[in-house]
């Protein structure tokens, strides 16, 4: 059982559309991660949030805006996408205070932009 | 900026027998950490095995062991007595400390196939 939850597994929008991306923790992590992974590549940094602040932002299209509400909950607000944003995004969180801590990744959102 | 290299795109390996993933990587940092993360098919990705690299002793994890040269910058992960659940893409990642704490890099992947 995965303690990363990303919902939903599945989403499939047109480039209209306004949609959502939900990740929860509840291993008290203070740090929180946005990844996009395309098939058979690796995953790549999107957001970082370190105690509910942005930290990271790896210049993402403004189509893309996070938002972490709390220390267990972040979202990725999806916006007029494009169709080459087809992706799985992948959540992940880490304690952050000790830096040898690995990633703890979500199962992933299955985006498809039509 | 940091970079990793996994050399070897597809890999396979007869079930019960022994493979070694290499990675390779390279920064201009001298306290980092080191990891090995697998993502099966149902694709969720999970840690294999981590690093310290201020500690010459070799992690070791059951089957799964890692060979670290610090100077040669490499850092290879052995799977001893594969079993099929092994299937999976492996990937080898480096964490920085310090600057930039927290953000990964990531190497291309390798696809190991464990035939029975």
């Known amino acids: 059982d995965t303690e990363v939850t990303q919902t939903p597994k599945h989403l499939v929008m047109g480039m209209t559309n306004k949609k959502s991306l939900k990740c929860e923790q509840h291993?008290?992590?203070?740090?929180m991660y946005w990844y996009k992974q395309k098939a058979k590549k690796p995953p790549e940094l999107m957001f970082v949030?370190?105690?509910?602040?942005?930290?990271i932002n790896e210049s993402v299209p403004s189509r893309f805006s996070p938002e972490c509400p709390n220390s267990s909950l972040l979202n990725l607000h999806l916006h007029a996408l494009q169709p080459e944003d087809s992706a799985l995004y992948l959540c992940?969180?880490?304690?952050?205070?000790?830096?040898?801590?690995?990633?703890?990744f979500g199962n992933g959102t299955r985006l498809t932009v039509t | 900026a940091q970079t990793v290299t996994q050399s070897q795109p597809e890999m396979s390996v007869q079930e019960a027998e022994t493979v070694t993933l290499s990675c390779t990587y390279d920064?201009?940092?001298?306290?980092?950490?080191l990891f090995w993360y697998k993502q099966p098919p149902s694709r969720q990705m999970i840690l294999v095995i981590r690093?310290?690299?201020?500690?010459?002793q070799n992690a070791t994890e059951n089957r799964f062991s890692v060979n670290f040269q610090k100077a040669a910058k490499s850092f290879s992960l052995k799977i001893s007595d594969s079993q099929l659940g092994d299937t999976a893409m492996y990937f080898c990642?480096?964490?920085?400390?310090?600057?930039?704490?927290?953000?990964?890099?990531f190497g291309d992947g390798t696809t190991l196939t464990v035939k029975p």
């Open positions: 992940a969180s880490s304690p952050w205070d000790t830096s040898n801590s690995p990633l703890h």
């Open positions: 920064t201009s940092e001298n306290n980092y950490y």
């Open positions: 690093q310290e690299a201020y500690k010459q």
């Open positions: 990642a480096f964490m920085n400390q310090g600057t930039n704490a927290g953000k990964s890099t």
């Open positions: 949030y370190s105690y509910e602040k942005l930290s």
């Open positions: 291993m008290g992590h203070r740090a």
